[in-house]
C-alpha cells in the first residue's frame, strides 16, 4: 500500500511562494496519476490540480491556473506543488493522492485515495 507524505507547508505572506512535496513510500508513483487538493476551515475539500502518470498533462483549478505548477520526478518517486502569488484565500491544509477510478470525475475527491496527512498553508495578508 502506497503512503504519501505531503511537506513544504507553512506561513507566507501574500504574493510570497511555496513548493510542496509529496513524497511516496511502499510503491511507485510512476504508475499512477497525482491529485492535489486542499481543503480550508469550515468548506469542503476541493481540487486543486492533476498530473498524468508521464507528467505530460496537467489539469488545473481555475483558482489556481497561471499561479500554481505541479510536476514530478519519477526518481524520486515524489510529486510537487510550486504555488506563486499566494493569495489569502489559499490557505488550507493541501492534500496528495494516488488516482484510482481514471474514468470518474478527475476534479472529485471520491476518483482519488491513498490520501496523506495534509500540510498546512497560511497566506497571510
Known amino acids: 500500500q502506497v503512503q504519501l507524505v505531503e511537506s513544504g507547508g507553512g506561513l507566507v505572506q501574500a504574493g510570497g511562494s511555496l513548493r510542496l512535496s509529496c513524497a511516496a513510500s511502499?510503491?511507485?508513483?510512476?504508475?499512477?496519476?497525482m491529485g492535489w487538493f486542499r481543503q480550508a476551515p469550515g468548506k469542503e475539500r476541493e481540487f486543486v490540480a492533476r498530473?498524468?502518470?508521464?507528467?505530460?498533462?496537467?489539469y488545473y483549478a481555475d483558482f489556481v491556473r497561471g499561479r500554481f505548477t505541479v510536476s514530478r520526478d519519477h526518481a524520486k518517486n515524489t510529486v510537487y506543488l510550486q504555488m506563486n502569488s499566494l493569495k489569502p484565500e489559499d490557505t488550507a491544509v493541501y492534500y496528495c493522492?494516488?488516482?484510482?477510478?481514471?474514468?470518474?470525475?478527475?476534479?472529485?475527491?471520491?476518483?482519488?485515495?491513498?490520501w496523506g496527512r495534509g500540510t498546512q498553508v497560511t497566506v497571510s495578508s
Open positions: 511502499g510503491g511507485t508513483l510512476s504508475n499512477r496519476a
Open positions: 493522492a494516488t488516482v484510482f477510478n481514471y474514468a470518474g470525475d478527475y476534479k472529485s475527491s471520491s476518483s482519488y485515495e491513498n
Open positions: 498530473i498524468s502518470r508521464s507528467g505530460g498533462a496537467t
